[in-house]
Antibody
């Protein structure tokens, strides 16, 4: 079965960087894009963008184009989200997700369990 | 940009009663070429990732109880729970996926037991 397993919670100081990993299993990793989403405490869902796991091409939504980088290691079926120059506003749960695999993307059927990133001095 | 507005922010319904929530898009999510509405509904329980309930405005995912139904077209959509169960307490989000460069979510509706 399809599984997305994310790395554990992180506590970082302002100005630091953090990397969240998302390891996929149960399907051919390079057949489906990996999406990233954010949820601040008590808030709704924000779409961050995606990475094409076949080509490495990326799309970043508005608000996520400066300090956020998506990357891959296809040898271990893992996607990464790196956030640099962290601020307290980056404190959130970060999710990776995979879509249904149809012609149309953006229907998030499979989700990682989420990674809590806390930024605090 | 697509702005998704959900209402109400929260609702309290007695067990076994009907719960209905709305989602309004600032632009149509109906793609006329295929007559499909690019609209999904998710359920999120505390401490869990969202779970896809409905895609294409009205197509239930496999395993989703048939008390959940989606309706609407164009810019106005409704998620209905026909007979609320205790396990349905959650926050429900609508989402448009007209393009993967413009995916947006509504602010959510919290469903509680009265």
């Amino acid at each position: 079965q399809v599984r997305l397993v994310q790395s554990g919670s992180e506590l970082e100081e302002p100005g630091a960087s953090v990397t969240v990993s998302c390891k996929a299993s149960g399907y051919t990793f390079t057949d489906h894009a990996v999406y990233w989403l954010r949820q601040a405490p008590g808030q709704g869902l924000e779409y961050m963008g995606w990475i094409n796991t076949n080509t490495g091409g990326t799309f970043y939504a508005q608000g996520f184009r400066r300090r956020f980088v998506f990357s891959l290691d296809t040898s271990v079926s893992t996607a990464y989200l790196q956030i640099s120059d962290l601020s307290v506003e980056d404190s959130a749960v970060y999710y990776c997700a995979r879509d249904s695999g149809g012609i149309v993307g953006g229907i998030f059927v499979y989700w990682g369990q989420g990674t809590l990133v806390t930024v605090s001095a | 940009d697509f702005v998704m507005t959900q209402s109400p922010d929260s609702l309290a319904v007695s067990l076994g009663e009907r719960a209905a929530m709305n989602c309004k898009s600032s632009q149509t999510v109906l793609y006329h070429a295929n007559n499909k509405n690019y609209l999904a509904w998710y359920q999120q329980k505390p401490g869990q990732p969202p779970k896809l309930l409905i895609s294409w405005a009205s197509t239930r995912e496999s395993g989703v109880p048939d008390r959940f139904s989606g309706s609407g077209s164009g810019t106005d959509f409704t998620l209905t729970i026909s007979s609320l169960q205790a396990e349905d307490v959650a926050v429900y989000y609508c989402q448009q996926y007209f393009t993967t460069s413009s995916v947006t979510f509504g602010g959510g509706t919290r469903v509680e037991i009265k």
